[in-house]
């Protein structure tokens, strides 16, 4: 539904009263990256749905990674 309406305000008229010259692309350009969130986050969501019904497992992801790249650092520096 999003874009639809980013593109009825870029291409439709439009009354944004005083400053139209500024507030549209404003305007635009926000809600343009309203839907790159939304995009961003619905594929969060699906990623963490599949792999709860794929695996089952509810744990989260991105702390897992933070673990992995601390205890990366923490092996480099034993070596060392």
Same mark, same amino acid.
């Given at each position: %539904?999003?874009?639809v309406f980013i593109y009825q305000i870029a291409f439709n008229e439009v009354d944004f009263g005083m400053g139209e010259v500024v507030i549209k692309p404003f305007f635009l350009y %926000? @809600?343009?990256c309203l839907f790159i969130l939304?995009?961003?986050? @619905?594929?969060l $969501?699906?990623?963490?749905?599949y792999r $709860?019904?794929?695996?089952?497992? +509810?744990e989260d992801v991105q702390t897992e990674a933070a673990f992995?790249? +601390?205890d990366k650092k923490d092996d480099k520096v034993k070596v060392q």
């Open positions: %539904m999003l874009p %926000m @809600l343009c939304h995009v961003y986050w @619905l594929n $969501f699906l990623q963490i749905i $709860f019904v794929a695996t089952g497992d +509810d992995e790249e +601390d």
